[in-house]
């Protein structure tokens, strides 16, 4: 599995007639990691938006998906009052479903054994966070476009997420995350930095 | 190859319908209110008619089709606002937007979903509010079939409004502008089928045409409602 | 053809070509109005039943036949919005919301009036009325989403699946008022039905009904100038424009 999973040429993104981004271009291989970085405001959210598919009027472009696309954004996509292998097995993003065996274990990867089946509202914020990110371990598929993953996650979320990230990116998918946090990937992810075009 | 096509296209749509459609279901249920609330505004409305137009019983069962249809038509309007609220601020309605499956198939499973637990509920527990109001009980069947038939046309034109105003603060009241004047022909050929049924006349055409709303309805107003979506999750 | 289609998404040339329509149609608009008004009302003979006045019927039927049809037109440009996404179609729908509103308004204020001397009341739930006061809610409705919505592109594109939605349901709202109707018709109101009108009357009748159409463009492409004034007040081809024009 290798070549091209997202090709994005010249892509600028507007708020109301404010102009955040203009001129970007970004082209993702089967294979790379790469973090989306710049202050608050400058269209990070936006630029992923776009990119997923998800806005029309406010960015313009040539935006190319050559995958699947998993994206997760500030927003959980989880009923409270369903437990997380409901909320799993009948997931939004649809694609298929997943089986309840390959479910237990995605909890399990993200520490949730024993809250199987009580309701997300009776689960604490930070076991919510991890109801949604159990979703990567369940992906199938290859490109993922992951907004700001590690807020609201703990010390230990964290080194597992890291860990997620570089399993899939070593199993030939790609992931596109954006973070205001330092880069805690050394050489191994590629910098997007999103206050270079927006000045250039 | 025709067999394949089929299990290969349209057997992962009916899983993926049939999950979201238990989601919603199990979620709705978890909540008993929201069930209850609807039957509830029902028979409190019911009640203002006769306090409003006086206790004659005469009078009554001459306007019941009228005021139960109203009625049942703003039970709708009021639960209706809120049919793609909970998705849209959960972030799940962006899912279902770049989901492989189509839009309009998971907006339709939501709207069932929404008929199921109140159109439904209420179109069984109809002959009760009837009897309030002296309406004969050979009309009942008429009754009870046109209201589900109806609370279904009615689900699914106020999904439309729902759809398109879901991104809105208080959008509760522009909702009932969008959405009444469409209501129009429901309220009408329901009306018309539970007098037919007082008159002992014969309600099957006005039936029919419920019927033939619904149908086409079910076609077309979800690819309405999935464009009025994605304006809404992009706006 | 398509070059035509092409050009209409340029603003420049937009405003340009609708000040060239605009320069010619309203004269005409003007004439129309006046000649048809004036045949109408002085010069087309008295009704043998309703004597004088019938001759609101100038000004309520074409009211009545531009409001439906404006309804038509809106969702018509709904339609290339969504489809070929032109912004002038977004443009065209903004401005003939509240143009269709009005003309609607026109027609049942002018249907009450009338319904005075002829029925004895001022408002009848009659058939024709009822319809005209949906369709008025529909327009209404339109206008309400478009004030909604902050961003202006997606308000658009909401009216006009909003508008498409109203457009296939309007042949069977009007056709179940219809039937509500004929159920409950009260015997002391007989409308005149299929009634034949003496083409003395219809000619002035045809007049206005021109004229009508005429004003709704005009004024529809006024609205439209004015958007787009508004949303290019930057530019560098519209100062160019305005100053050089005048």
Same mark, same amino acid.
């Given at each position: 599995?290798?070549?091209?999973?997202?090709?994005?040429?010249?892509?600028?993104?507007?708020?109301? =007639? @404010?102009?955040?981004?203009?001129?970007?271009?970004?082209?993702?291989?089967?294979?790379?990691?790469? +973090?989306? &970085?710049?202050?608050?405001?400058?269209?990070?959210?936006?630029?992923?938006?776009?990119?997923?598919?998800?806005?029309?009027f406010g960015v313009t472009g040539d935006i190319r998906l050559m995958s699947p696309v998993l994206y997760l954004g500030h927003l959980p996509a989880n009923k409270p009052l369903l437990?997380?292998?409901?909320?799993?097995?009948?997931? %939004?993003?649809?694609?298929? +479903?997943?089986?309840?065996? =390959?479910?237990? &274990?995605?909890?399990?990867?993200?520490?949730?054994?024993?809250?199987?089946?009580? %309701?997300?509202?009776?689960l604490s914020a930070g076991q919510?966070? @991890?109801?949604?990110?159990?979703?990567?371990?369940?992906?199938?598929?290859?490109?993922?476009?992951?907004? =700001?993953?590690? &807020?609201?996650?703990?010390?230990?979320?964290? +080194?597992?997420?890291?860990?997620?990230?570089?399993?899939?990116? =070593?199993?030939?998918?790609?992931?596109?995350?954006?973070?205001?946090?330092?880069? @805690?990937?050394?050489?191994?992810?590629?910098?997007?930095?999103?206050?270079?075009?927006?000045?250039? | 190859?025709?067999?394949?096509?089929?299990?290969?296209?349209?057997?992962?749509?009916?899983?993926?319908?049939?999950?979201?459609?238990?989601?919603?279901?199990?979620?709705?249920?978890?909540?008993?209110?929201?069930?209850?609330?609807?039957?509830?505004?029902?028979?409190?409305?019911?009640?203002?008619?006769?306090?409003? $137009?006086?206790?004659?019983?005469?009078?009554?069962?001459?306007?019941?089709?009228?005021?139960?249809?109203?009625?049942?038509? $703003?039970?709708?309007?009021?639960?209706?606002?809120?049919l793609f609220a909970g998705d849209f601020e959960d972030g799940s309605l962006e899912q279902l937007a770049i989901a492989p499956q189509p839009l309009a198939l998971s907006s339709l499973a939501q709207t069932l979903a929404h008929w199921l637990l109140s159109g439904v509920t209420l179109s069984l527990a109809a002959p009760l509010f009837g009897l309030m109001l002296g309406l004969p009980v050979a009309a009942m069947p008429t009754l009870m079939f046109s209201l589900l038939l109806g609370s279904l046309c009615l689900a699914l034109v106020g999904s439309v409004g729902a759809a398109l105003t879901v991104g809105i603060r208080r959008g509760g009241l522009l909702l009932s502008l969008l959405v009444i004047p469409l209501y129009v022909p429901v309220l009408i050929f329901g009306v018309s089928a539970v007098s037919e049924a007082i008159i002992d006349g014969s309600p099957a055409r006005w039936l029919a045409l419920l019927g033939a709303f619904a149908a086409a309805g079910l076609v077309l107003i979800p690819l309405a409602v999935s464009a009025a979506l994605r304006i809404s999750i992009d706006a | 053809m398509w070059s035509i289609v092409h050009k209409m998404g340029s603003p420049p040339w937009f405003y340009r070509f609708s000040g060239l329509v605009i320069r010619w149609l309203l004269p005409i608009?003007?004439?129309?109005?006046?000649?048809?008004?004036?045949?109408?009302?002085? !010069?087309?003979?008295?009704?043998?039943?309703?004597?004088?006045?019938?001759? #609101?019927? /100038? #000004?309520?039927?074409?009211?009545?036949?531009?409001?439906?049809?404006?309804?038509?037109?809106?969702? !018509?440009?709904?339609a290339v919005s969504l489809i070929w996404k032109i912004k002038m179609a977004d443009l065209a729908m903004r401005a003939i919301a509240p143009v269709g509103a009005a003309l609607t308004f026109i027609a049942l204020v002018t249907g009450a009036i009338w319904g005075k001397p002829t029925w004895?009341?001022?408002w009848v739930w009659d058939a024709r009325i009822t319809s005209m006061l949906i369709l008025l809610f529909l327009y209404l409705g339109v206008v309400a989403l478009f004030g909604a919505y902050d961003n202006k592109v997606a308000a658009a594109k909401a009216c006009a699946v909003l508008s498409l939605v109203g457009m296939v349901n309007i042949p069977i709202i009007y056709k179940s008022v219809d039937?509500?109707?004929?159920?409950?018709?009260?015997?002391?109101?007989? !409308?005149?039905?299929?009634?034949?009108?003496?083409? *003395?009357?219809?000619?002035?009748?045809?007049?206005? #009904?021109?004229? /009508?159409?005429?004003? !709704?463009?005009?004024?529809?492409?006024?609205?439209?100038?004015?958007?787009?004034?508004?949303?290019?007040?930057?530019? *560098?081809?519209?100062?160019?424009?305005?100053?050089?024009?005048?």
């Open positions: 599995m290798s070549g091209v999973l997202l090709n994005a040429t010249d892509v600028a993104v507007e708020r109301g =007639e @404010r102009q955040l981004l203009t001129g970007v271009s970004l082209t993702v291989s089967a294979g790379e990691l790469w +973090q989306v &970085t710049g202050a608050n405001g400058l269209g990070k959210t936006s630029l992923l938006r776009g990119l997923a598919g998800l806005s029309r437990s997380p292998i409901d909320n799993l097995r009948w997931h %939004p993003s649809g694609r298929r +479903q997943a089986a309840l065996s =390959e479910i237990e &274990t995605a909890l399990a990867a993200v520490g949730l054994v024993g809250f199987e089946d009580s %309701p997300l509202n009776t919510q966070r @991890r109801v949604a990110l159990a979703r990567l371990w369940l992906a199938s598929e290859p490109l993922w476009l992951l907004d =700001e993953p590690f &807020t609201a996650v703990d010390i230990d979320g964290v +080194q597992l997420l890291e860990q997620r990230l570089v399993d899939h990116v =070593e199993e030939g998918g790609a992931v596109v995350f954006t973070s205001h946090q330092p880069n @805690r990937f050394g050489d191994r992810v590629n910098i997007l930095k999103l206050g270079e075009f927006a000045s250039g | 190859m025709a067999e394949r096509t089929n299990t290969e296209i349209v057997q992962p749509l009916m899983v993926f319908l049939r999950g979201q459609l238990m989601r919603h279901l199990k979620s709705g249920l978890r909540r008993p209110g929201e069930v209850a609330n609807p039957l509830l505004f029902f028979v409190m409305v019911v009640t203002l008619f006769p306090l409003g $137009l006086g206790p004659d019983p005469e009078r009554l069962r001459e306007m019941a089709p009228g005021i139960l249809w109203v009625v049942a038509l $703003l039970s709708n309007l009021t639960t209706s606002h809120r | 608009v003007v004439l129309l109005l006046v000649v048809g008004a004036i045949w109408g009302l002085m !010069f087309a003979p008295a009704d043998f039943k309703q004597g004088n006045s019938y001759r #609101i019927i /100038f #000004i309520h039927v074409p009211a009545s036949v531009v409001a439906l049809a404006g309804y038509y037109v809106m969702a !018509f440009a709904g004895g009341t001022w039937w509500w109707y004929s159920l409950h018709q009260p015997a002391s109101i007989k !409308f005149t039905g299929e009634s034949t009108i003496d083409p *003395s009357m219809l000619y002035p009748l045809l007049l206005m #009904i021109a004229a /009508f159409y005429g004003l !709704f463009t005009t004024v529809m492409l006024l609205n439209m100038r004015a958007d787009l004034m508004a949303q290019n007040r930057r530019a *560098s081809w519209l100062e160019r424009d305005l100053l050089g024009e005048d």
